[in-house]
């Protein structure tokens, strides 16, 4: 079964710090994987795009890294900011990249 | 050029009425996606339609759900006697090309009393 599981649930960081999310996928076959970012009451904006041979790629603060052989990614925010509260997706294309399998999303709150 | 446009924003509908749901793609995508989103979950698949065409309904329940993408206007997703069940935020997303990014637009929260 097709599946993407993201730890943690949620997640509480000060402002300025640092934070690492997970995202493990069961999805075959693979085409590509992203992490969107969903802001409360609105719809998700994509963040990053890698393909399976692709392991890192930056988009500002945020970095995401995929190992294809263990099926896991991260995204890992830097300096962390207040607007950074949101939650984070990770999302896998299926196939030809038309069908997309979504993760629960990990909630993150920036506390000043 | 303005995003993908979903309207309403929020619909409150009782138990038996219809709910109609309308995205307007970003120009010139031809690729329509709605997604459905319950409390604490992921976003689900429901249907994947082009222009006049149903690409992939395999997401959407048999009963009671339509969707359309005419020609001209925009992709309405239709539900029929709705349940409390159907409560739930609704994502049309759109893309130029098959395996592109995905844009979402802000989605239309149902709500059925």
């Known amino acids: 079964k097709n599946q993407v599981e993201q730890s943690p649930q949620s997640l509480i960081i000060l402002e300025g710090k640092n934070c690492t999310l997970q995202?493990?996928?069961?999805?075959?076959?693979?085409?590509?994987l992203r992490w969107y970012k969903q802001d409360t009451g609105r719809g998700p904006v994509s963040l990053t795009i890698m393909t399976f041979s692709e392991n890192t790629k930056s988009n500002g603060r945020y970095t995401a890294t995929l190992d294809a052989d263990t099926k896991q990614s991260s995204l890992h925010i830097t300096a962390s900011q207040l607007s950074d509260s949101a939650s984070y997706i990770c999302?896998?294309?299926?196939?030809?990249?038309?069908?997309?399998?979504f993760g629960a999303g990990t909630i993150l709150r920036v506390k000043s | 050029n303005a995003g993908v446009m979903q309207n309403p924003r929020h619909l409150v509908r009782r138990r038996g009425q219809e709910a109609r749901l309308r995205c307007s793609p970003m120009k010139g995508h031809s690729h329509v996606y709605w997604y459905r989103q319950l409390p604490e979950e992921g976003l689900k698949f429901m249907v994947y339609?082009?222009?006049?065409?149903?690409?992939?309904e395999s997401g959407m329940p048999k009963e009671r759900f339509s969707a359309e993408f005419p020609k001209e206007g925009p992709s309405i997703l239709r539900i029929q006697q709705v349940v409390r069940g159907d409560s739930a935020a609704y994502f049309c997303a759109s893309s130029p090309l098959l395996t592109d990014t995905q844009y979402f637009g802000p989605g239309t929260r149902l709500t059925v009393l």
């Open positions: 339609l082009q222009k006049e065409n149903i690409i992939d």
């Open positions: 995202c493990n996928y069961t999805v075959s076959p693979f085409s590509n």
């Open positions: 999302v896998v294309s299926l196939e030809y990249g038309n069908k997309l399998v």
